[in-house]
């Protein structure tokens, strides 16, 4: 089963449990697979669904630091909710030392050697490791590792 279709069964699932939270989030998601799909005119496969969840999550996670940051919990924590459905969509997160070696396998296939070659390996890392591992500690960790810190 598909990635979407995976989503489109949840979200009947939450219809027939009367989980109206639920659904809303999933609603949500499929609006934007949905969107996509017609702004692109294409049918999205799984890879092209994460990258829609993936970005997703990262409004979510934008959002409840702004929230928090204004007082307003209430909000947050209905973001956090959100958060919490849509990170069950996302493939099992890469552990850190995983990351670390994919990022020391992308410098030597890329020949890497300093912070000026941050875009030669951030492309071919990005591929690999989407929707495995949040991609701005990735990148953190490419730069410590080009800059010799690592």
Partial sequence: MSLK???SEDMKAAMRAK???RLGTIRLLMAAIKQKEVDDRITLDDDQVIAVIDKMIKQRRDSIGQY???GRQDLADAEKFELEILTAYMPQQMSADEVRAAIAAVI???GASG???MGRVMGPLKARLAGRTDMAQASALVKAA???KA
Wanted: proline share 6%.
């Fill in 108 to 110: 030597a296939e890329t």
């Fill in 19 to 21: 989980d109206s939270a």
């Fill in 68 to 70: 928090e940051s204004a």
């Fill in 5 to 7: 279709e995976r989503v």
């Fill in 115 to 117: 912070p000026a070659d």
């Fill in 146 to 148: 080009l800059s010799g």
